[in-house]
């Protein structure tokens, strides 16, 4: 990161009356949370299950709480960093209009952003939901089950209960989906920060704003497809990078 850098973001957030900021992997990485997909991720110590295989079988199901329970993921129980932070402060100028996340952590909640302000296009894991009624459930309230090796199961109309997190080969949640992108046709900037933009149909919402006439910006440690299109592109570390941009504001 330069000074230039730092400044370059910093005067694109100055000008814009809306912007909406979507977050990925690399900025909850400065927590210690893994990602799913480069070497030593999730998916490269353990196979993600299925969503049609939770649905099917029993055996299924009790691996997944299994991993819930003796948090194997390890996406869950980290603190927010600099960069949570920064655009926490950003939600609370009312510069921040909304934040459309791909990460299920929970941290940018856990900084101090309403939840109203947090689209979680691929769910959370801090806590679970019916499949069928979408009541929502705490995980410490499910342990006797799976401690008694029982179904879980919903108490109120005995659908199967699952971590809240979009399963591979799960419906993308429309409600939110149709959210972010409403966000990304009113954005004036659109700032992306650690995501590969590799995962659609989300990884589509930068052009989708771009298209709308919004400026785009991108801050992650690797390059991705979406650069060409960007109005800056910045391959950097991002708390320390957003907490000098703080500086400039």
């Known amino acids: 990161m330069t000074e230039t850098d730092a400044k370059n973001l910093a005067h694109m ?49 009790r691996e997944a709480w299994t991993r819930v329970f003796n948090k194997t993921a390890g996406w869950t129980g980290a603190a927010p960093n600099a960069g949570h932070y920064a655009v926490a ?54 342990r006797p089950k799976w401690e008694a090796d029982e179904d879980i199961t919903c108490m109120f109309c005995t659908g199967l209960v699952k971590s809240a997190t979009i399963s591979f080969g799960q419906a993308m949640p429309e409600v939110e989906m149709e959210r972010a992108t409403e966000e990304a046709l009113l954005a004036d900037l659109f700032l992306v920060l650690g995501s590969s933009l590799v995962v659609y149909p989300a990884a589509g919402l930068p052009i989708i704003a771009k298209k709308a006439g919004s400026r785009l910006a991108i801050v992650n440690r690797e390059e991705t497809d979406l650069d060409p299109y960007a109005d800056l592109v910045l391959n950097t570390d991002i708390g320390p990078l957003m907490s000098a941009v703080m500086t400039r504001l």
């Open 13 to 61: 957030i100055q000008v814009a009356e809306r912007v909406v900021v979507f977050t990925g992997a690399g900025i909850s990485t400065e927590s210690g949370i893994p990602d799913f997909r480069s070497p030593g991720g999730v998916w490269s110590k353990m196979q993600p299950i299925m969503f049609q295989d939770f649905v099917a079988s029993r055996d299924a199901r």
């Open 89 to 142: 402060k950003l939600v609370e100028a009312g510069k921040v209009t909304s934040i459309i996340t791909q990460n299920v952590d929970n941290l940018h909640q856990a900084s101090g952003v309403p939840a109203d302000k947090v689209i979680e296009v691929h769910g959370n894991a801090s806590y679970a939901k019916c499949l069928q009624c979408g009541k929502r459930y705490e995980f410490e309230a499910l």
